[in-house]
């Protein structure tokens, strides 16, 4: 071989880019993982045009494209393994990847998920406040100063689940407003979000299983005549209950009048659900029917002064998950409210500590968190029960 063939060949090997190194400081291999769980990677060295992909249990939890490589994910309370996928990838293929498996918990261990995460909204004369930083916050859980031990910005992925009111007060215009709306909702979700959507009466109408964003957006809503009373707080329990079980940030949405006249539960059920989950709630109320937020409706489960107890009972319950009610007059606002309430999720802070206090004695923690600029204000849960 020539030499000037020997010099091109060792300039093509040496120009080779070195395969990318991909070292995983968290989880560890052989400690369990369960709740509220950092993920850390770290990969040397980075390779132009890449992006480092992250599966949880075969699913994408998150993807990166620049360091730092570090992030949080809700495992769950499932006493299991999980397998953890690390990829690095550039535009035409896989680089290098890296999988790892946590064991379950033994019988005899024990394990702390006492994690807690906040959803935080900040605003300032009716407008989001963008840009904080953690040390902007101060945390208190019952009275006591916490320490913020993750802080994040609103792309936390989404477990969604969107209650639609189909009962023969929504027929016509109401609800095919309420389902656009509902269609603006899922297609505005980003690729690691998930949701569901029900369709409800006094009985579950047409429903959806939680859905990868992908699927979820394209999904088609047919013919549906609206018909029956509606249910509301059983199926929010429902939802709620539902969404205990799932992973990310989760939030129920609810589009309905606010006439509940076959709930067999009673708000403070739904409350006490509500209070043991990390779910917030919205709730579009449309006011068409309703008048000077009176409720002349007697059903066979209440009067009409209980079922004015219930509403407000309901107004309380959302204000207390963190979300909010928004009325509305004309089911025409409805998709611009859908598309609101999901610029609004996407803009909030997630904020996470670990309680000072927990006795696992079932009481019931308050939480208050405040920033220290002035003028601003914030809107997040009102505690949570410590669950034994």
Same mark, same amino acid.
């Given at each position: ?116 995460? /906040? ?6 004369? !009716?407008? +989001? %406040?963008?840009? @904080?930083?953690? &040390?902007?916050? *101060? $945390? ?99 939802? /709620? ?6 992973? !990310?940030? +989760? %939030?129920?949405? @609810?589009?309905? &009048?606010?006439? *509940? $006249? ?109 920033? +220290?600029?002035?003028? @601003? ?12």
């Amino acid at each position: 071989m020539s030499a000037f063939f020997l010099l091109l060949f060792a300039r093509l090997v040496t120009t080779q880019p070195p395969e990318p190194k991909l070292t995983i400081f968290s989880p560890s291999a052989d400690q369990p993982a369960a709740g509220v769980t950092e993920i850390w990677i770290d990969v040397d060295p980075a390779p132009p045009d890449y992006r480092v992909l992250f599966r949880v249990d075969g699913r994408e939890v998150a993807r990166f494209t620049e360091p730092p490589y570090q992030f949080t994910v809700d495992l769950g309370l499932d006493n299991r393994k999980h397998h953890f996928e690390f990829i690095v990838r550039d535009a035409e293929s896989e680089l290098t990847r890296v999988e790892r498996t946590t064991p379950a918990i033994r019988v005899d261990e024990e394990i702390d998920l006492e994690l807690r995460q /906040l959803y935080v909204t900040v605003e300032e004369r !009716g407008q +989001r %406040v963008p840009g @904080l930083g953690a &040390d902007s916050f *101060d $945390v208190l859980d019952d009275g006591e100063p916490q320490e913020i031990v993750t802080f994040e910005g609103g792309e936390a992925p989404l477990e969604a689940t969107l209650l639609v009111d189909a009962s023969l007060s929504m027929r016509g215009e109401p609800l095919e407003f309420a389902l656009a709306g509902a269609r603006n909702f899922l297609e505005g979700l980003h690729d690691l979000d998930e949701a569901s959507l029900v369709l409800f009466s006094d009985r579950t109408l047409a429903r959806t299983e939680h859905l990868p964003a992908d699927q979820a957006r394209h999904f088609v809503i047919g013919a549906l005549q609206a018909e029956g009373g509606s249910a509301i707080q059983d199926h929010l329990y429902t939802a /709620l209950s539902t969404l205990d079980s799932r992973q !990310g940030r +989760r %939030v129920v949405v @609810l589009l309905s &009048d606010g006439i *509940d $006249v076959h709930s067999t539960l009673r708000a403070e059920d739904v409350r006490w659900r509500m209070e043991r989950g990390q779910s917030m709630v919205y709730w579009i109320e449309l006011t068409e029917s309703l008048e000077d937020d009176t409720v002349g409706t007697v059903s066979p489960w209440r009067g009409v002064s209980e079922h004015r107890q219930e509403r407000t009972a309901l107004i309380e319950l959302v204000e207390a998950s963190g979300g909010r009610r928004i009325r509305i007059d004309d089911a025409q606002q409805a998709p611009a409210v859908f598309a609101e309430i999901l610029r609004e999720l996407r803009e909030q802070y997630v904020i996470g500590y670990y309680p000072t206090q927990n006795d696992d004695d079932g009481s019931w923690h308050a939480v208050k968190v405040s920033v +220290r600029q002035r003028g @601003l204000t914030v809107r997040t849960r009102a505690g949570y029960v410590d669950v034994p």
